[in-house]
């Protein structure tokens, strides 16, 4: 059997990192908006909002470097789970469990500002074949 999800999108918000009450293991919640491949009768491009969450060292990475409109690929299965809100009602929740997530863009704004200031000092060659 096979359970394999590979998404590429943008996120929705900023990930929300949390520590599981029980074992204290850290955990990161996020969403990731990804276009589908056809458009509509309208001629609008659909777009799927996908909930995915990843764990551990992967959870810490993705809660200090990824923010909301970072283009990502999230690479991990598909997780159906049930549970029951304070007021007795059952749901389920399908969320994308991510063993691997790539950044497929580079920071904007701040980031990207400091980056240009320190690429100031290094001189380039001439004769580079680009």
Not at 7 to 25: F, N
Not at 37 to 63: H, K, M, N
Not at 71 to 96: H, K, M, P, S
């Amino acid at each position: 059997m096979l359970n394999r999800v590979i998404l590429i999108g943008r996120l929705t918000r900023d990930p929300e990192l949390r520590v599981t009450s029980q074992s204290g293991v850290p955990m990161a919640s996020f969403s990731i908006a990804v276009d589908r491949p056809y458009q509509s009768q309208s001629g609008q491009r659909e777009t799927d909002f996908i909930d995915c969450v990843a764990w551990r060292r992967l959870a810490e990475t993705v809660a200090e470097h990824m923010r909301k409109g970072r283009l990502i690929a999230v690479d991990g299965r598909l997780q159906i789970r049930n549970y029951e809100t304070q007021d007795g009602q059952r749901r389920r929740v399908a969320e994308v469990v991510a063993e691997d997530v790539r950044f497929l863009d580079r920071p904007r704004d701040t980031d990207r500002d400091e980056s240009r200031n320190n690429d100031e000092d290094v001189q380039m060659p001439e004769d580079l074949p680009f």
